[in-house]
């Protein structure tokens, strides 16, 4: 199975702070990796598919990015509607795995 | 508008079986792959189960291999996800999800609770 390793597990950040989320795969998945953002109650939401495409009506601030095994989520400027989970999916092969996730709080 | 409703969630006693169903709208359903992903309480995303636009190819786990059975009803646009043998571990709330090609699952329905507790 291939293992999906996410950092950190938590973090606090200030409003306009620059973020970043990173999950690494334990095996090649090509770009086939897909973010979540996931608020207290809520459906996930795609944010950042295939790795660095941005999913419909999510804000430019948000980029995805990949190097190597190592694939990131970007937040440029962090606003107050940001907080939440985050979660990455890797969608290259069965069984699918997530991330642990992520919970991004204000400072 | 896509919509994805799930139904059939509930308290459940382990050893016992659940079905749960999502109801699909917004889109031609047989076109789609369609999965189950659950999430226990206060914790991450676990894939669940994944079937194919017919149904003749289904895809699982090992920790549910065995005990759930994914199916779909093509003219109904319906999925659903009959869960045998179940442990209180399964306790989480199952969401109904569209697989899209190259993309992941891009629509989620709002999730069912599922109890195992005796």
């Known amino acids: 199975d291939i293992q999906m390793t996410q950092s950190p597990s938590s973090m606090s950040a200030s409003l306009g702070d620059r973020v970043t989320i990173t999950c690494q795969a334990s095996?090649?998945?090509?770009?086939?990796l897909i973010w979540f953002q996931q608020k207290p109650g809520k459906s996930p939401r795609p944010m950042i598919y295939?790795?660095?495409n941005l999913a419909n009506g999510v804000p430019s601030r948000f980029s995805g990015s990949r190097s190597g095994s190592d694939y990131s989520l970007t937040i440029s400027s962090l606003e107050s509607e940001d907080m939440a989970d985050y979660h990455c999916?890797?969608?290259?092969?069965?069984?699918?795995?997530f991330g642990a996730g992520t919970k991004l709080e204000l400072k | 508008e896509v919509q994805l409703v799930e139904s059939g969630g509930g308290l459940v006693q382990p050893g016992r079986s659940l079905k749960l169903s999502c109801a699909a709208s917004?889109?031609?359903?047989?076109?789609?792959?369609m999965a189950w992903v659950r999430q226990a309480p206060k914790k991450g995303l676990e894939w669940v189960a994944t079937?194919?636009?017919?149904?003749?190819?289904?895809y699982y786990p090992d920790s549910v291999k065995g005990r759930f059975t994914i199916s779909r009803d093509n003219a109904k646009s319906s999925l659903y996800l009959q869960m045998n043998s179940l442990k209180s571990e399964d306790t989480a709330t199952y969401y109904c999800?569209?697989?899209?090609?190259?993309?992941?699952?891009?629509?989620w329905g709002q999730g069912v609770m599922v109890t195992v507790s005796s």
């Open positions: 999800a569209r697989r899209r090609y190259n993309y992941g699952f891009d629509y």
């Open positions: 917004g889109f031609t359903f047989s076109n789609y792959y």
């Open positions: 079937i194919s636009t017919s149904g003749s190819r289904t």
């Open positions: 095996q090649d998945i090509g770009n086939n």
């Open positions: 295939y790795a660095t």
């Open positions: 999916l890797q969608y290259k092969q069965y069984p699918y795995t």
